[in-house]
T-cell receptor, first 110, second 116 residues
Framework: TQLLEQSPQFLSIQEGENLTVYCNSS?????LQWYRQEPGEGPVLLVT???GGEVKKLKRLTFQFGDARKDSSLHITAAQPGDTGLYLC??????????WGAGTKLIIKP | KAGVTQTPRYLIKTRGQQVTLSCSPI?????VSWYQQTPGQGLQFLFE???????NKGNFPGRFSGRQFSNSRSEMNVSTLELGDSALYLC???????????????FGEGSRLTVL
């Protein structure tokens, strides 16, 4: 069974700090996605990484896919209160259904 | 274009009752997936419908069922409600093609069910 483990589960930091959250598995994934979910909303796709070693940047957010395609990280530079939310990683299993990590709840304090 | 619409947004039921939730996908999207989200379990996959057929199913009891109509709108039903069914139920649509993972899921805002 493919599993995705996210760490940390919870992170609370001050505005302006940098942070990294992780998404790890013992299984290889053809791709991984990162979603952000804000309170009262459904998750929204931030990025899809498909190539081992790939790095994608979305403004202050940097996403990396591990060389072996078993893990991914999300780095936020100079975090802002608007970055607050639940960050979820997901990857497709052999039946093309998404497997989800439990998420990292991020709070950025002004 | 309009996003995924879920109704109702909030509902309260008592144990033993049943509930039907509705989801209208983005126009042109033929795949609709349902998820249960709880603080302790995260996002749990319920089932996926594509062109009115259930294509995949998660590990939930038979009390959880769904269907999809010819216009791609979908409903899910939970019968004989239990306290543990209290959760946010999310619907997601995608531009699925037959037999493949498509990429982006577009989620609705969810239906928050409370079972008393």
């Amino acid at each position: 069974t493919q599993l995705l483990e996210q760490s940390p589960q919870f992170l609370s930091i001050q505005e302006g700090e940098n942070l990294t959250v992780y998404c790890n598995s013992s299984s290889v994934f053809s791709s991984l996605q990162w979603y952000r979910q804000e309170p009262g909303e459904g998750p929204v796709l931030l990025v899809t990484v498909v190539t081992g070693g790939e790095v994608k940047k979305l403004k202050r957010l940097t996403f990396q896919f591990g060389d072996a395609r078993k893990d991914s990280s999300l780095h936020i530079t100079a975090a802002q209160p608007g970055d607050t939310g639940l960050y979820l990683c997901a990857g497709p299993d052999s039946n093309y259904q998404l497997i989800w990590g439990a998420g990292t709840k991020l709070i950025i304090k002004p | 274009k309009a996003g995924v619409t879920q109704t109702p947004r909030y509902l309260i039921k008592t144990r033993g009752q049943q509930v039907t939730l509705s989801c209208s996908p983005i126009s042109g999207h033929r795949s609709v997936s349902w998820y249960q989200q709880t603080p302790g379990q995260g996002l749990q996959f319920l089932f996926e419908y594509f062109s009115e057929t259930q294509r995949n199913k998660g590990n939930f009891p038979g009390r959880f069922s769904g269907r999809q109509f010819s216009n791609s709108r979908s409903e899910m039903n939970v019968s004989t409600l239990e306290l543990g069914d209290s959760a946010l139920y999310l619907c997601a649509s995608s531009l699925a093609v037959t037999g493949g993972f498509t990429g982006e899921l577009f989620f609705g805002e969810g239906s928050r069910l409370t079972v008393l």
